[in-house]
């Protein structure tokens, strides 16, 4: 239970929950840092991933360990074991999934959008948060391989949970959101069989990789917060990027809670 509980406390901070929309309680949460970095391949990733958990002190959300000897048995039991977690993060955490500062490193990707391939940071204005969703349409699953992956960023929770909503009707995973359902009904999916009820005997079918297709990053809404030369294109449309060679962006997703 340990480890799943490590697990899912590092999901949970990319998960948004539904309060802290104003200034006044923004404040009284701490400060932290998302951050959202792309690889070349999975070995870089995996060096990645033990910078950043290892060395940074960072819970990385994506890619994940293997679950599948901690998860209850039944997908009966599952939402009430992850909703269990929920309240932890928030009574922990606050508003789990939100951020004051993020950093982003695209480099290792070919972006649609001149220049968008690049290191670089935002931060929220005093008192107020950044929200964000992600999501990923399923190429495949047992590996699940993933097309696309959707990362949005908002300043309200509302912008968030219409965003999340639209995700799902058009059959993505929807991994970070303000909805808990959506997020129950996501990883529902890769851990359980719908017909059986019962957990997935095939350990590909636990992993979320990181490994995607394509990257569309939406900042529309928060776009003012980007660098000088980001701030026109982001508001114009969503930045898409590829990989720089076949097939992959392999990335990771993680977070980090800062000292007030």
């Known amino acids: 239970m340990k480890k799943l509980t490590y697990f899912l406390a590092a999901i949970l901070s990319f998960v948004v929950c539904l309060g802290g929309v104003s200034p006044a309680l923004a404040q009284l949460q701490p400060s932290s840092r998302g951050i959202t970095t792309f690889y070349n391949t999975s070995e870089q990733q995996a060096e990645g991933v033990n910078t950043y958990q290892n060395i940074l002190n960072y819970d990385v959300a994506i890619p994940n360990p293997d679950l599948s000897a901690r998860l209850p048995e039944n997908l009966s039991d599952f939402p009430k074991t992850f909703k269990e977690f929920l309240a932890e993060g928030r009574l922990r955490n606050g508003t789990n999934g939100s951020f004051t500062e993020g950093w982003f490193d695209f480099q290792a990707s070919t972006a649609a959008t001149p220049g968008s391939n690049q290191l670089f940071t935002i931060k929220a204005p005093d008192g107020y948060r950044i929200y964000s969703v992600v999501a990923g349409l399923p190429a495949s699953q047992c590996p699940?391989?993933?097309?696309?992956?959707?990362?949005?960023?908002?300043?309200?929770?509302?912008?968030?949970?219409?965003?999340?909503?639209?995700?799902?009707?058009?059959?993505?995973?929807v991994y970070v959101s303000p909805d808990d359902d959506l997020t129950i009904k996501a990883f529902s999916e890769l851990f359980y069989d719908s017909t059986t009820g019962k957990k997935k005997t095939n350990k590909d079918c636990f992993l979320v990789s990181g490994a995607t297709e394509k990257v569309r990053v939406n900042f529309q809404s928060i776009f003012d917060l980007l660098p000088p030369q980001l701030k026109q294109p982001a508001r114009q449309e969503p930045f898409e990027y590829f990989p720089k060679y076949p097939n992959f962006i392999y990335l990771v997703n993680a977070r980090k809670t800062l000292k007030m």
């Open 144 to 173: 699940l391989e993933i097309r696309t992956t959707e990362i949005a960023f908002f300043d309200n929770v509302a912008q968030a949970i219409k965003k999340a909503n639209d995700l799902d009707k058009a059959k993505f995973l």
